[in-house]
Structure formats: C-alpha cells, structure tokens
C-alpha cells in the first residue's frame, strides 16, 4: 500500500485555462512512502560505487517539510459533474501533450503491465548532471501519472532542502548526526549509515556536488503535469541497515568498516558517468557479491525487489471520475516514470514479471550471538576506560593534595594531638 501522501500545488497557469478550476479538487503531488578502470585493482572498489549507483544515503540534522497542503482527495472517482468535467478537460490537455512516441534517453528502460500501463525507468547515477537532465527529459515527454523515486520517509528532507544547505549537510559528519543516526537505527546500524555518510561525504567534497539532484528535479518536474503523484518508492532505511548488519559475520563487519573508513581514492565527475556503463556495472556487482554476498543480497537485491512492487503498485490502471454512482465505472492505463541508481535497474527488470510478496525483507531478525558480543564488549571497554579514567584521575588528585604544604602541616598537627 502507498501512504504518507500529501498534495503539492497544481500548475497555475494550466487552471486558469480551465473554466471550472474553482471546483476543482486538486491531486498533484502525493508522497508514499564503479568505477573506472583505473581503480579496478583496488580493494573494496564497490563500496564509491555502491554511494553512486545503488544507495543515496543521507542523514540531516534539520527537517524539510514537502507542505504546505492544497485540498487533498483520496479518490477522484466520485466528483460532482463539475470536477468531472475539469478533470476531463485537464486530462486531455495533459495527454495531448505526452509524446507516442517519446524520444528517451538511452538510460531509460521501458516495462509494461498486463493492464497496458507503461513503466518508464530512469537509471541514473546519485551524483550525475546528466542523470539530471535524463530525468527531466523523460517526465517532459511522457508526462506520467505517478513518479516513483528511490527513497523513503527517513530521507525526504533532501527534495525540499536548498542545494547550498545540502552540500554542506552532506560535507559534514559530526557528533549531531551520530546520535541522530544511533537513536534512529540502533549502535551498529548507525554507526554503518555513518560509514556509508563518510563515503559520500567523500564523493561530495571531490565532486562539489550534493546526491540526489536527480531525485530534486523529478519532484519539481512532477509538479508541473497535472495530476502527477509522487511516491517514495524505496524500503525505509533503519529495516535496509538492520537487516544488513544482521546477515554480516563480525569479521565481515570488521572487514567492511575498515575499508569504509580509509576509503581516499579520487574521484572524478567522469568516473562517475563511466559507471553507468553496463559492462562496469556487472563487474562492480560480481566484486560486491564475491566480497559480501550477504551485504549485496540486503542492500542491493532486496531493495530491487521493493522497488520493483512499488512501481508495479504505483502502475495500477487510474479510474475516471463518475459524475454519479449509476455511471460505470471507466478505467485508462497509466504513465509511470521511476527514478533509481543504474545498480538497480537489472534487478527491476529481472523480478518484473514475478508475483513479488515483500513481507519477508520488510522484517528486521533478531541480533545476532555476534552481535550482541560484540556489543557487551563495546560497551565493558567504554565503561572499563571510563572508570578506570576517573581511578587514575582521582588517584593524581589525593596525591597532588596530600602533597600540599598546607595539607601536610595539618595532617601533623592531628598526628600530634593524640600524643599531647
């Protein structure tokens, strides 16, 4: 199901065209919830390319809100005439507009339903230019019904946040976001979604680009077509980062958290667009499994297979507005355009035609034996350093006060009273 939904304003100058806009129930916007060559020798080289392709992390101290609200409706399909009539009105505008055959960007992959609807999905790369105007392109000509972006409730402040403000969001890692991150996901979720923050801190100071510019245009463009819905379409992020640190052995974590932290090779604006090359693209995939097969399965596969139920949610036939209860009931298939790293574009197109049930990856298992030592253990080494801290400090103070002149002399003076 599609919820959290809220309505962004309708295209001013397309309501003044319709007569009966002032009965017009508004629906616009609603909210639901690697590298080149040159570094293919290295190390962990997946883990740039898993920030750019497949996983726009992001974690601010400060709350952007996608309100105010227009008059929000959850059904269209029973309206006055007059809303029915500038529904049609406005419904035609829209589809004399979208192109038959749209002239698309060779990042786009075009899927169909049984019902006729069309899926229009956009690969893209988080810190990309091109993926920018790719996107933009495509709602143009195809003006969909619904947009679906790769990302969820926890990380919708980024489409309303000015890109000066999140630049400097994503540059700086601080012990704000550290708690933030712990208090959202637990200790060791948060301290990866740090890791992983620290990555694309990276990327973004290298780049001098904040991620997600793709997902910030898809909701301006969205804006724009009327009657377009915004769904966030990805898995929330806490169940992601849960799930994950659950698959991964304590060695792996080990393992994982050291070439996250001493990741500094450069990247550059053209690295980044040579990922989205296809061959690249599997080889840095065929990297990540054979070094992590259980991260890839939790941050890349399962996450393939919600998107991939959200955009065939999202690409249900639209019913038209009944003037009465007595009129049947019309249906038309719809447009849908979605927007997701290019790492998840094989797997969308993979799990398609699949009866995809996402009961399973939308639970979080119990800590594992590994885990829960390794957490006693963190824990026994804070508390231990930290009494022993305050012991030593407490046993220089007595030293440093017995040692006084003023504290020596009364310490006499008391000796010498019992012998008096």
Known sequence: TLSNSCVVGENKSTLQECKRSNSLRLLQIQCRPLMPQKMAQRKCQWIPFLSILCFSVHLTCHTAS????????????????????????LLEMKLQKRQKRPALPSTVTELDTEDGSKVYVVGTAHFSDSSKKDVVKTIQEVQPDV???ELCQ?????LKMDEKT???EAKEINL???????????????????????????ITEQLGMAPGGEFREAFKE??????????LGDRPIPVTFKRAIAALSFWQKVKLAWGLCFLSDPISKDDVEKCKQKDLLEQMMAEMIGEFPDLHRTIVSERDIYLTYMLKQAAKQIELPRA????????????????????????????????????????????????????FVLKATFFGLLGYGCYRIGHRTVQFVLSMPATQ????RLTEVPQQ
């Open 222 to 231: 969205a804006s724009k077509v009327p009657f377009c819905k915004f769904h």
């Open 147 to 149: 947009v679906v972006v």
């Open 409 to 412: 002399s009364y310490l006499q």
């Open 324 to 375: 009465s209860e007595n009129e049947p009931r019309k249906y038309i298939p719809s447009v849908v355009v979605g927007v997701v790293g290019m790492g998840h574009v094989p797997g969308i197109e993979k799990n398609w035609n699949s009866d995809l049930k996402i009961q399973e990856i939308m639970s979080v298992p119990p800590p594992s034996a590994s885990s829960k030592i390794f957490k």
């Open 176 to 202: 704000e976001k550290l708690q933030q991150a712990i208090k959202q996901n637990g200790v060791m979720s948060g301290l990866m979604q740090m890791l992983l923050l620290k990555v694309s801190a990276h």
């Open 166 to 168: 999140l630049l400097k």
């Open 154 to 158: 926890y990380r919708v402040s980024m």
């Open 66 to 89: 996608l309100f105010p609200l227009l008059n929000c409706v959850d059904n269209l399909s029973q309206c006055p005439q007059a809303d029915a009539d500038a529904f049609k009105i």
